[in-house]
């Protein structure tokens, strides 16, 4: 199973604000929908408030370390090796793991892939991605920085594969 990690960062690594995301980029959006769609996510408690709801079409696997009330269609795991286990034995081919930034730090050692929009901004995050080896990553694909419709900030999506 391919473990894979999906964000956007500012220039700086900002990731969010107070539990949100500090920009609106409906391109951003959409195209984590397309990657993400049919697959389990991986993400931590807090992520999973302030998204405020299921994600239609997808697996949703909360990490915490205590429990708490979820819908019937998010899965509760008490750490990130069993959430991971959940998907493999369930015949996940590519899990995305989706934040927030406690989650990226701890499984950006065992990540194969990055789907990573840059955000052309620096923003007043107070929660960061965590710093990567550009040594031991390789991108695979960048489509040009463009301000899309409706998006607050240009962006430039990249995919980053783990040099074996």
Do not use: C
Request: hydrophobic share 40%.
């Amino acid at each position: 199973m391919i473990i894979s990690l999906i964000a956007a960062v500012d220039e700086k690594g900002g990731i969010g604000k107070n539990h949100r995301l500090p920009w609106h980029l409906p391109s951003d959006l959409k195209r984590f929908k397309q990657l993400t769609m049919g697959h389990h996510i991986l993400m931590g408690r807090k992520t999973y408030e302030s998204i405020g709801k299921t994600l239609p079409g997808r697996i949703m696997l909360v990490v915490s370390h205590r429990q708490f009330d979820s819908p019937v269609d998010v899965i509760y795991q008490n750490s990130i090796p069993a959430a991971i286990a959940y998907a493999e034995a369930n015949g996940e081919n590519e899990l995305f793991i989706i934040g927030g930034s406690e989650i990226f730090a701890q499984t950006i050692e065992i990540t194969d892939k990055i789907y990573l929009t840059l955000v052309l901004t620096v923003s007043k995050a107070d929660v960061f991605f965590p710093r990567i080896n550009a040594a031991d990553w390789q991108t695979i694909t960048t489509l040009t920085a463009t301000r899309h419709e409706g998006d607050e900030f240009v962006t430039e999506f990249k995919i980053l594969q783990r040099k074996h």
